[in-house]
């Protein structure tokens, strides 16, 4: 009734500076949802023009691929707390390797009880040179700065 197994693969056997899978490998292995691991945890810094500089950690990947071959299509990221930061705002990041990224907000809604969520598609860019808060490196699953 069940296939054999395969071996799956984590966060920590990724690429560095790797994001995306292939066609091929999207079809021919299975999709999971990978959890991070101590030390494969990423800064995504978002800019607005409008709003203050926004800092969120990478979290869970939807990846395919073996423990040789990882690859991941899309990572789930949760906000850092800093100095800059709108207090109160409950945000989430949400990106996509092959098309849009997303940011989402909860925010209350004064005119119901409900709360409202907002989003909006984004633009992602690799810079390995951006500047990132130190209190980045100071939170559990990342590595520390040089």
Known sequence: ??????????QAQLPEGSFGCSQRERQNTPRLIAPQQPGTRHPILVHDPVEPLRVFLSDAA?????????????????PVRTPQSVPGARERVLLNADGPSWLFRMA???????????YRSMQC?????AEVPAEVYELPGTHSEG
């Open 62 to 78: 939807v990846m395919h691929g073996g423990p040789d071959s990882a690859c991941a299509v899309a990572f789930d990221s949760e």
């Open 125 to 129: 860019n690799i810079d390995t040179g």
């Open 108 to 118: 209350p809604d004064n005119t119901r009880r409900d709360t409202r969520i907002e």
């Open 1 to 10: 009734m069940f296939a054999a197994a395969t071996a799956s693969p984590t």
